[in-house]
DNA sequence: AGAAAAACAAGAGCACTGCTCACTTTTCTC
DNA sequence: GAGAAAAGTGAGCAGTGCTCTTGTTTTTCT
C-alpha cells in the first residue's frame, strides 16, 4: 500500500539526503546544517523533524548509502573483468575505489575517516559493509584456486587463525590463512593509499599521486598478493 | 626578556590547549567550543580571541603540536633499537604508531582522518611533518645500505621516479627508486592499518585487533620490505 | 459518508555556537 | 609616574539543534 502520502513522504526523504550530501560536500559533515537544508526545500526547520529525529540520524544514514554505493563500485568495477584476470582485477577494484574516493571526498570521510564520538554505528551500517568485503574476499578465494602462492609462508598464529576462521565463516568463502593475511594485508594498504590522498597528505609530497597509487597498486599485486 | 606577562601568557596558551584537546577527545573536533573552554578557565569568550584569531587557529596549533608528538614518538621506538636492526626498528616504528593512535585517537584523527573542510594546512604545519617522514627514509636508506633486496625489481616509471628524486632531496637521504617504492607501500600500509583499527572498522571484524596487526607488520617487513 | 486517528507543518522559543566591538582594567616601558 | 600596550569584559549579531504547542491535512475505520 504505497499511498499518495507515503511516496510523497519518500521523495522528501531522499529530497533531504540530497540536499544533505551537496551540504556536506561543500561544508563538511561537521558543518550539516539542518536549518539550511530546510530553507533550501521552503519549509519550517521543525518539520524536519518529522522525517528524522536527530541530526545524527540523517547521517547515519547517508553513511549507511555510502558503505552500499562503494560496494557497487567495487563490484562493477570487479565485474568489468574477466574472472581469472586476477591481477586486473586487484588493479580495477583498488583504481575504482581511488576514483569514487577522489570523486567523493567527504563521502569517502564519512565512512573512512574520523568517526563522530560518542556516536556507535547501529546494526544497519553492518550490512551493507560488507559488500566491499565480499569482492575482497571473493577475489582472495578465486587468487588461492588459481594456485597463486602467497608471498609470505610463515606460520600464521593460532589466535590470529581463529579470526580468520570467523571471517570465513561468516562470508562463506574457504581461503587458507596465508591468503587471508596476504589479501588483508593488500586491503590495509589500500585504504591508507586512498586515505592518504583523499585526506590531503600527499599534497606537498607528490606532484602526481596517481602515479604513486598506480605504481604502489602494481607493486602490493606482485609482492603481496602475488599475482 | 621573558617577562612575567609573557609567561603568563605562554600559560594561558598551553592551558586553552589542554582544555581544547580534552574537549575534543570528548566530543570530537567538530564540537570543539570555544566558549566552553573560556567557561572551563573562568574567562569572558571574548578573551580568548586575544590568543587565537579563530577557531581553527587554536585547531591548527593543536595539529602542528601533534605532528610533533608523532614524530617525537616514532623516533624514540627507532632510536631504542640497535641501528643494524633493521626489522626490529620497523617493527617498533610501526607498534609505537599504532600504540600512540590508540591511545589518542583523537589526535590521530586530526592528522590522519578527515580534514575539517575549507581548512588548509598552513605552511607551519609542513615542517612537524616530515619528522616521522624522516624516520622513515632513514630507514630505508639503512635497508638499501645493508644490501637487503626489495620483493620487485620491476621498473618505476619514469614520472615516478622523478618526484622520488624530489623526496630524496628534501631530506638527504639517497634511496633507490625500488627501495623508495617498498618502504612507502609499507607505509601506506602502516597508516592504514592504524587507521581502520582506530577509527573503529575492526570493531565488528576482529575480536582481537592487536593479534591482526602484528602479523601484518610482520608480514610487511619480510614480503614489502624484504628485511 | 462521517468521525476518529495519524501524520504533517508552522512558528515561537530555549540554550548553544563563533565572532565583533566598544569599553575598562591591568601591566609593562620609558 | 605618565603613556602605551596588552588583557579582560559584556553586550550583541547571526547562526545552530532541538522542543513544544497549535493548527491543518490526509488516511483509516466504523
Known sequence: MTGARAQQRAEMISE???????????????????RAIARDIGVASS??????????QLLTDLIVETYDEIGKVVEAADARMRRDD?????????????????????????????PVP???????????????TTVLLRLLA????????PTND??????????YA????????DISDHHMRAGLSAWMNLIGT?????????????????????????????????I
Open 86 to 114: 586476477l591481477r586486473g582485477r586487484w588493479l580495477a577494484i583498488s583504481r575504482s575505489l581511488r576514483s569514487w574516493a577522489l570523486a567523493h571526498p567527504s563521502d569517502f570521510g564519512l565512512v573512512f575517516g574520523t
Open 47 to 56: 518539520a524536519l523533524y518529522r522525517y528524522y529525529d536527530t541530526r545524527d
Open 154 to 163: 610463515s606460520p600464521v598464529a593460532k589466535n590470529l587463525s581463529r579470526q
Open 142 to 149: 578465486d587468487i588461492e584456486n588459481a594456485g597463486c602462492d
Open 166 to 173: 570467523g571471517l570465513r565463516k561468516r562470508f562463506g568463502y
Open 194 to 226: 586512498v586515505s592518504l590522498e583523499v585526506f590531503g597528505q600527499f599534497d606537498n609530497v607528490f606532484a602526481h599521486p596517481a602515479d604513486h597509487f598506480n605504481a604502489n597498486v602494481d607493486f602490493v599485486a606482485t609482492s603481496v598478493l602475488g
Open 16 to 34: 533531504i539526503k540530497r540536499l544533505a550530501r551537496a551540504q556536506i560536500a561543500a561544508e563538511g559533515a561537521s558543518n550539516l546544517s539542518l
Open 118 to 132: 560518542g556516536y556507535v554505528a547501529p546494526a544497519d551500517t553492518i550490512g551493507p559493509a560488507t559488500r566491499y
